[in-house]
């Protein structure tokens, strides 16, 4: 398995900032992802990041607004760019091992 | 694409047996799985199942695969008020290798 630790756990957001999201794994793994969870829902998928390549959006999804680092095989971020209420979420990173997917314990945004 | 679909709420008595359904969409989906989000959590994962088997049983957990009827579950026997959660189900696509989930399903167990 893997243990993957967020940043922050949560914060609260005037619209119009940016909030970074860094997500740290204690093992080195090929495939990261971005999920999101707004209250009530399931889980949509942001972005695939892979170490060493641009990260892959999902429909409805922009760079310009969730801009992905991927600096190497244990760490990534996700930043929500000009925020608005919409964004208030659940972010979540997951990574891929031996097609087992494990969680982070979240970031809740909330953005006033 | 890949759908996923789960009935949104489940009671059961403490002691009971709970049996959560997930349907799915893409035949050629290749794992799929049983997360547990307990509130406030990230997602755990709590066991899967390759899409070659029927059954896979781990100490109170039973996930049944009816690859025909693309249809999945799992059975919690003698459920406990920890098991209190949100229960997503979930599909490993094989083309795209994306992991798409279901609704979840709220799981409230009555002491």
């Known amino acids: 398995s893997a243990v993957i630790s967020q940043k922050p756990s949560r914060d609260i957001c005037q619209r119009g900032t940016s909030l970074t999201i860094q997500c740290q794994v204690d093992?080195?793994?090929?495939?990261m992802f971005w999920y999101r969870q707004q209250p009530g829902q399931s889980l949509t998928l942001i972005a695939t990041?892979?170490?060493?390549?641009?990260?892959?959006?999902e429909s409805g999804f922009v760079i310009d607004k969730f801009p992905i680092s991927r600096p190497n095989l244990t760490f990534s971020t996700l930043t929500v760019s000009n925020m608005s209420p919409e964004d208030s979420s659940i972010y979540l990173c997951?990574?891929?091992?031996?097609?087992?997917?494990?969680f982070g314990p979240g970031t809740r945004l909330t953005v006033l | 694409g890949e759908d996923v679909e789960q009935s949104l709420f489940l009671s059961v008595r403490e002691g009971d047996s709970s049996v959560i359904n997930c349907t799915y969409t893409?035949?050629?989906?290749?794992?799929l799985y049983w997360y547990k989000q307990e509130p406030g959590a990230g997602l755990q994962l709590l066991t899967y199942?390759?899409?070659?088997?029927d059954m896979k049983q781990d100490q109170r957990l039973t996930v049944l695969l009816n690859k025909k009827d693309k249809h999945l579950s799992l059975r919690i026997a003698d459920t406990q008020t920890g098991d209190s959660a949100i229960y997503f189900c979930?599909?490993?696509?094989?083309?795209?290798?994306?992991?798409?989930f279901g609704t979840g399903t709220r799981l409230k167990v009555l002491a």
């Open positions: 997951s990574v891929d091992s031996n097609n087992e997917q494990f």
């Open positions: 093992s080195q793994v090929t495939m």
């Open positions: 990041a892979n170490q060493g390549s641009e990260a892959t959006y």
């Open positions: 893409d035949s050629s989906s290749t794992y």
């Open positions: 199942i390759f899409s070659n088997m």
């Open positions: 979930a599909a490993l696509t094989s083309g795209t290798y994306k992991y798409i």
